[in-house]
T-cell receptor
Framework: AQRVTQPEKLLSVFKGAPVELKCNYSYSGSPELFWYVQYSRQRLQLLLRHISRESIKGFTADLNKGETSFHLKKPFAQEEDSAMYYCALSGIYNQGGKLIFGQGTELSVKP | KAGVTQTPRYLIKTRGQQVTLSCSPISGHRSVSWYQQTPGQGLQFLFEYFSETQRNKGNFPGRFSGRQFSNSRSEMNVSTLELGDSALYLC????????????FGPGTRLTVL
């Protein structure tokens, strides 16, 4: 079964602390993994995707196929990082635009 | 480019009624996907349309349906509304394939009384 699991509903850290939002997936095939972010009163938007290997706003994520994980990391959290973060999966060879989302992790960065 | 737009932004309906939601994708995008977001179930895929054809469908009852027009605009319809249909309905557009970035609209908040 295709599934994305984000074990933490809420992650609270202090400004300047490292952040790691966990994401594990289950997929029989070649997945494309994404992290989407939703800031307060804004629409859901793409943060990064594993295939582009970019670092956006200081966040990085590495696809670990052995552990079927795609954890999101940032070395020094900022208050403006406070938001809902969703890990999502799609099949590379799917023709359709279907994303499977995790339940989301709310990140709260305290001053 | 203008972003994905959804109308209306808010809707209040009663049980048994039907509702139609509209989504206008980013210009040039041919794929439109719909998602339901609830506190309990999170974001769940409803269906996806590409070039006026339904290409993917999630695990929702037949009361949920959609269509896409030649200009890529899409509508989704929910018939015989139930209380559990109360949710935020999100539309996303992308250029073509599942690995293209999906751009989300602001959503339509549906409340069923």
């Amino acid at each position: 079964a295709q599934r994305v699991t984000q074990p933490e509903k809420l992650l609270s850290v202090f400004k300047g602390a490292p952040v790691e939002l966990k994401c594990n997936y289950s997929y029989s095939g070649s997945p494309e993994l994404f992290w989407y972010v939703q800031y307060s009163r804004q629409r859901l938007q793409l943060l990064l995707r594993h295939i582009s290997r970019e670092s956006i706003k200081g966040f990085t994520a590495d696809l670990n196929k052995g552990e079927t994980s795609f954890h999101l990391k940032k070395p020094f959290a900022q208050e403006e990082d406070s938001a809902m973060y969703y890990c999502a999966l799609s099949g590379i060879y799917n023709q359709g635009g279907k994303l499977i989302f995790g339940q989301g992790t709310e990140l709260s960065v305290k001053p | 480019k203008a972003g994905v737009t959804q109308t209306p932004r808010y809707l209040i309906k009663t049980r048994g009624q039907q509702v139609t939601l509209s989504c206008s994708p980013i210009s040039g995008h041919r794929s439109v996907s719909w998602y339901q977001q609830t506190p309990g179930q999170g974001l769940q895929f409803l269906f996806e349309y590409f070039s006026e054809t339904q290409r993917n469908k999630g695990n929702f009852p037949g009361r949920f349906s959609g269509r896409q027009f030649s200009n890529s605009r899409s509508e989704m319809n929910v018939s015989t509304l139930e209380l559990g249909d109360s949710a935020l309905y999100l539309c996303a557009s992308s250029q073509r394939t599942s690995t293209d970035t999906q751009y989300f609209g602001p959503g339509t908040r549906l409340t069923v009384l």
